[in-house]
């Protein structure tokens, strides 16, 4: 059974400081590793998808990385405005359905 | 990015009676969408797979008969909650995948069973 474990599960950021959330994984054959942001109330918002150990994907101040049983997500200089639960989920290579960690909750103070 | 659509966003319904959410994919076609539930400050749980033309695949321990999907076309799959009870509120999400393998969500139905 895939199984996706998110650490830490909050994370409380001063203006400006960086950091990273982690995401490790277990899959019988990786298809794809997806990062999500999730506002309170709202569905959740594509960030990316990673498919192969060693891809990067860059958007604004975030960017993703994936290795062989992991998946950082760094945050440079947050904003406020970044403040949400980032949810990572991974696609096994025989299907199309994502299972999902339980989240990192990021509150950036400005 | 590509844009999916629920309806309604928020249900309020009396225990016993049946709801119907929508969900859409307003700007590409999709075979196939998921259907999730979220609790409160919990992940979301995959409930089944809508597949266009044909049965819906559930998950384990989802009750086909009391969540009944129909996928209708490439655009729209529904989710219709049967016999409701207060135990079934909870935050209801579709997605659906493009063509790219990007799986975009819907913004939820709130359904609250009184």
């Known amino acids: 059974e895939d199984q996706v474990t998110q650490s830490p599960e909050a994370l409380r950021l001063q203006e400006g400081e960086s950091s990273s959330l982690n995401c490790s994984y277990t899959v019988s054959g990786l298809r794809g590793l997806f990062w999500y942001r999730q506002d309170p109330g709202k569905g959740p918002e594509f960030l990316f998808t990673l498919y192969s150990a060693g891809e990067e994907k860059e958007k604004e101040r975030l960017k993703a990385t994936l290795t062989k049983k992991e998946s950082f997500l760094h945050i440079t200089a947050p904003k406020p405005e970044d403040s949400a639960t980032y949810l990572c989920a991974v696609q096994a290579a025989d299907d199309y359905k994502l299972s999902f960690g339980a989240g990192t909750t990021v509150t950036v103070r400005a | 990015g590509a844009v999916v659509s629920q309806h309604p966003s928020w249900v309020i319904c009396k225990s016993g009676t049946s709801v119907k959410i929508e969900c859409r994919s307003l700007d590409f076609q999709a075979t196939t969408m998921f259907w999730y539930r979220q609790f409160p400050k919990q992940s979301l749980m995959l409930m089944a797979t809508?597949?266009?033309?044909?049965?819906?695949?559930?998950e384990q321990g989802v009750e086909k008969d009391k969540f009944l999907i129909n996928h209708a076309s490439l655009t729209l799959s529904t989710l219709t909650v049967t016999s409701a009870h207060p135990e079934d509120s909870s935050f209801y999400i579709c997605?659906?995948?493009?063509?790219?393998?990007?799986?975009?969500f819907g913004p939820g139905t709130r359904l609250t069973v009184t």
């Open positions: 997605s659906a995948p493009t063509a790219w393998n990007e799986q975009y």
């Open positions: 809508s597949n266009e033309g044909s049965k819906a695949t559930y």
